[in-house]
């Protein structure tokens, strides 16, 4: 069974780019939900995707969208990026229906 | 108030002694909570998670669930080094719902 993979695994960017970040779900889970963790904080919640519908959103502005493809894997667009954007980006993956989420490796992005 | 609670540490535990994080949560609505061990630099691992009151075990692993207390905790016993990480208590208001995470415990298993 192959577990989640993103890729890149790191990533630097200058103020005002845009970035696309990837996600391939668990072998079997057709839901994915994209997290951003800061240094010292716990992971939170951007959005998640499921049919390839966003399916929730938590407190992020608009310059950060994704997509679900009929694979089930993800993308995550952030545009115009600001300095707080630095953060490692978590892709958690579940079958529909389940409470837990498995997380991939996640890609380090540094904005500067 | 923060939805979830923990004491940011770090705690440190002698190697073979219990180890016992503890975490609360503000809204009585929540359904499920999780436990994730996280190394440094690196991903969330899910090691447990527990829908219902009372204790649930998994090897070295015990979660315990209070919901009238609103408490949530980990117990390691027989502790290792390699248990040293950050562990994250989390939980979700339904299935396929977000998972909203607490800031993490530092654990430091001292050899």
């Known amino acids: 069974e192959t577990g989640v993979t993103q890729s890149p695994t790191h990533l630097i960017k200058t103020r005002g780019q845009q970035v696309t970040l990837r996600c391939s779900s668990q072998?079997?889970?057709?839901?994915v939900s994209w997290y951003q963790q800061a240094l010292g904080q716990g992971p939170q919640f951007i959005f998640q995707?499921?049919?390839?519908?966003?399916?929730g959103r938590g407190n992020f502005p608009p310059r950060f969208s994704g997509l679900q493809f009929p694979n089930y894997s993800s993308e995550l667009n952030v545009n115009a990026l600001e300095l707080d954007d630095s953060a490692l980006y978590l892709c958690?993956?579940?079958?529909?229906?389940?409470?837990?989420?498995?997380f991939g490796p996640g890609t380090r992005l540094t904005v500067t | 108030q923060k939805e979830v609670e923990q004491n940011s540490g770090p705690l440190s535990v002698p190697e073979g002694a219990i180890a016992s994080l503890n975490c609360t949560y503000s809204?009585?609505?929540?359904?499920?909570f999780f436990w994730y061990r996280q190394y440094s630099g690196k991903s969330p691992e899910l090691i447990m998670f527990?829908?219902?009151?009372g204790d649930k075990e998994d090897g070295r692993f015990t979660a315990q669930l209070n919901k009238a207390s609103q408490y949530v905790s980990l117990l390691i016993r027989d502790s290792q080094p390699s248990d040293s990480a950050t562990y994250l208590c989390?939980?979700?208001?339904?299935?396929?719902?977000?998972?909203?995470f607490g800031k993490g415990t530092r654990l430091h298993i001292l050899p």
């Open positions: 958690a993956s579940s079958p529909w229906g389940a409470y837990e989420q498995y």
């Open positions: 072998s079997g889970h057709n839901t």
């Open positions: 995707y499921y049919r390839e519908e966003e399916n």
């Open positions: 809204d009585r609505g929540s359904q499920s």
């Open positions: 527990i829908y219902s009151n």
């Open positions: 989390a939980l979700n208001m339904n299935r396929d719902d977000k998972i909203i």
